[in-house]
């Protein structure tokens, strides 16, 4: 599904983000990106939806090469690639409905597939009693369970999730796990950056390790290692 080949982010002669990344993900899978602040993680993701371009390589999306994809292409992109954040950049003038919506507004969807499909993916992931609650009634679970709804809406074929439980304590971080997890059997392929030790030991998925911009591991089934 996702292919880089031998792909590079270089943003100046001491600033190397990534350093020739061959990596290829396969449609449906659940791959956990492990490595410290500034290894790469959060750089590997934005190429992803063409937000940033490679120095150096290729990426391609099916057999698509995005790297060389024209600019009013771009929003076909990004509606099949779904965003997580640790922060949930909810819009705090909006209810939970509503935030869910903007996503499909924004796609260019009608009032009525708006009024079918908000519902489905708020019962989906809990949160059918909070569609009128307005983020500062939420708990942080709560925020990003509706974050994660809003990436989901537009029916994604994949979903980067970048550090969503960073804000989270322990009880609301199991939730958001078992959520993805849940997202993944239904067919989406789920791409999680972490530094959660404990969440990737318990996963049992595949896990990439970067350091320093570099893949220094790729195991099937893989442990957080310092």
């Not at 509503?98 to 079918?116: L, P, Q, R, S």
């Not at 809406?153 to 994949?158: K, L, M």
């Amino acid at each position: 599904m996702i292919f880089l080949d031998n792909v590079s982010k270089i943003y100046s002669e001491t600033a190397t983000a990534l350093k020739g990344i061959t990596l290829r993900i396969k449609p449906k899978e659940f791959v956990s990106l492990v490595g410290p602040s500034g290894s790469g993680k959060t750089t590997l993701f934005k190429l992803l939806i063409r937000e940033e371009d490679p120095s150096e390589g290729k990426i391609f999306f099916e057999d698509v090469d995005i790297t060389g994809m024209a600019a009013k292409d771009l929003p076909y992109l990004r509606r099949r690639v779904g965003r997580v954040f640790q922060d949930y950049r909810l819009l705090p003038m909006k209810n939970t409905f509503e935030n869910v919506a903007f996503a499909m507004e924004a796609a260019g969807k009608t009032k009525e597939e708006i009024e079918h499909d908000v519902p489905q993916v708020l019962e989906l992931v809990g949160l059918a009693d909070k569609s009128n609650n307005f983020p500062h009634e939420l708990s942080g679970g709560e925020s990003q369970r509706v974050a994660i709804a809003r990436a989901l809406v537009n029916r994604p074929d994949v979903i980067l999730a970048d550090e969503p439980t960073g804000n989270l304590d322990p009880t609301n971080t199991w939730d958001i796990i078992r959520l993805l997890e849940k997202i993944n059997e239904l067919g989406t392929t789920v791409m999680l950056a972490t530094h959660d030790k404990e969440v990737i030991d318990s996963l049992g998925r595949r896990v990439v390790a970067l350091e320093k911009g570099e893949v220094i591991r790729d195991e099937k089934k893989g442990k957080y290692e310092e």
